[in-house]
């Protein structure tokens, strides 16, 4: 029997997490030790998991059904959430801001209207995405304090995790066939979406070698078509939230999700049924959202023409 290098053990335990949430340590401990046949010690299982934000969840009662009463629940945690989430980028200090904004603004208000994840959230609440992703390459950090202070706490409130939702930070490296990856990112999951299989391969798995950015988008829920290379025939979509605007007192356009996808005319439809979908779903809890067309005369020229139909 061998012991395992760190690197071992908090891949081992990240594979385990999302199929046993609830597993204490001792049983995990176990685990470990009849699936590698390692020697590990009680003392250095705690220490890993304390330093890793891999301990186990607390145990749900039974699993509640996603029904009218579900529909309230979601439409106050979402706005629940908004706020709070709202409140701690606006509370961001200028050094903070610096940062997330790559040194464009000192102003707070930047990540207040470009980085937020509420309809994101919604929207795998509503089962329209299989997963929320709250990553930031530049300052991991403030987006994990963002997790601990605004989304934590909805969780719990709320019961989410009673309802299949789950939230996992991914601690190994995850390089993709673009960037660095997604490495101390955090996954708020939808465990009885169809895709979650899909969601636990590519995010919260040890791999070797690249994933590939295709799976990434198709894993986040996005309509993104076949992933290219070439840039010129890439689209950023970009929805804005209007309500949000009107709730913040600004002009300044609030983006409540985006992606990048394939600009072909001929995957147009695919974008604008998602976004129909998206906007049934704020609509749900009184928000009303609008595409960004200012930089997609072919996109606005499809969208004009097919509403005018």
């Given at each position: 029997?061998n012991?395992?290098?760190?690197?071992?053990?908090?891949?081992?335990?990240?594979?385990?997490?999302?199929?046993?949430?609830?597993l204490?340590?001792?049983?995990l401990?176990?685990?470990?030790?009849?699936?590698?046949?390692?020697?590990l010690?009680?003392?250095?299982?705690?220490k890993?998991?304390?330093?890793?934000n891999?301990?186990a969840?607390?145990?749900?009662?039974?699993?509640?059904?996603?029904?009218?009463?579900?529909?309230?629940v979601?439409?106050?945690?979402?706005?629940?959430?908004?706020?709070r989430?709202?409140?701690?980028?606006?509370a961001?200090?200028?050094?903070?801001?610096?940062?997330l904004s790559?040194?464009?603004?000192?102003?707070?208000?930047?990540?207040?209207?470009?980085?937020?994840?509420?309809?994101?959230?919604?929207?795998?609440?509503?089962?329209?995405?299989?997963?929320?992703?709250?990553?930031?390459p530049?300052?991991?950090?403030?987006?994990?304090?963002?997790v601990?202070?605004?989304?934590?706490?909805?969780?719990?409130?709320?019961?989410?995790?009673?309802?299949?939702?789950h939230?996992?930070?991914?601690?190994h490296p995850?390089?993709?066939?673009?960037?660095?990856g997604?490495?101390?990112?955090?996954?708020?999951a939808?465990?009885?979406?169809?895709?979650w299989?899909?969601?636990?391969?590519v995010?919260?798995t040890?791999?070797?070698?690249?994933v590939?950015?295709?799976?990434?988008g198709?894993?986040l829920?996005?309509?993104?078509?076949?992933?290219?290379?070439d840039?010129?025939?890439?689209l950023?979509?970009?929805?804005l939230?209007?309500?949000?605007?009107?709730?913040?007192?600004?002009?300044?356009?609030?983006?409540?999700?985006?992606?990048f996808?394939?600009?072909?005319e001929?995957?147009?439809?695919?974008?604008?049924?998602?976004?129909?979908?998206c906007?049934?779903?704020?609509?749900?809890?009184?928000t009303?959202?609008?595409?960004?067309?200012?930089c997609?005369?072919?996109?606005?020229?499809?969208?004009?023409?097919?509403?005018?139909?």
């Amino acid at each position: 029997m061998n012991s395992p290098s760190d690197k071992e053990l908090v891949e081992a335990i990240a594979k385990l997490r999302p199929d046993h949430p609830h597993l204490g340590r001792l049983k995990l401990l176990s685990l470990l030790k009849e699936t590698h046949s390692w020697t590990l010690s009680e003392q250095r299982l705690k220490k890993c998991l304390d330093k890793n934000n891999l301990n186990a969840q607390p145990e749900s009662e039974d699993p509640l059904p996603r029904d009218e009463k579900f529909n309230e629940v979601v439409k106050d945690a979402f706005i629940d959430f908004k706020i709070r989430e709202r409140d701690f980028l606006l509370a961001l200090s200028e050094t903070q801001s610096i940062i997330l904004s790559y040194g464009y603004t000192s102003d707070p208000m930047y990540a207040a209207c470009e980085l937020r994840h509420y309809m994101e959230v919604l929207l795998a609440l509503k089962g329209i995405k299989p997963c929320t992703l709250f990553t930031n390459p530049s300052a991991q950090e403030i987006f994990t304090e963002l997790v601990q202070v605004c989304l934590k706490p909805v969780i719990k409130k709320y019961r989410l995790a009673r309802y299949g939702f789950h939230l996992q930070q991914i601690t190994h490296p995850m390089p993709t066939t673009v960037h660095q990856g997604f490495q101390n990112a955090w996954v708020f999951a939808d465990t009885r979406s169809p895709l979650w299989p899909e969601v636990k391969q590519v995010f919260l798995t040890p791999n070797r070698g690249k994933v590939d950015e295709y799976r990434v988008g198709m894993a986040l829920g996005y309509p993104i078509g076949r992933a290219v290379s070439d840039h010129s025939t890439q689209l950023y979509f970009r929805a804005l939230d209007k309500t949000e605007m009107q709730d913040m007192k600004i002009s300044a356009p609030i983006s409540a999700y985006g992606f990048f996808t394939r600009a072909g005319e001929d995957h147009f439809a695919g974008i604008l049924m998602h976004f129909d979908r998206c906007c049934q779903a704020a609509k749900d809890v009184g928000t009303k959202l609008e595409m960004d067309l200012s930089c997609h005369r072919k996109l606005q020229a499809f969208f004009e023409q097919t509403s005018g139909m």
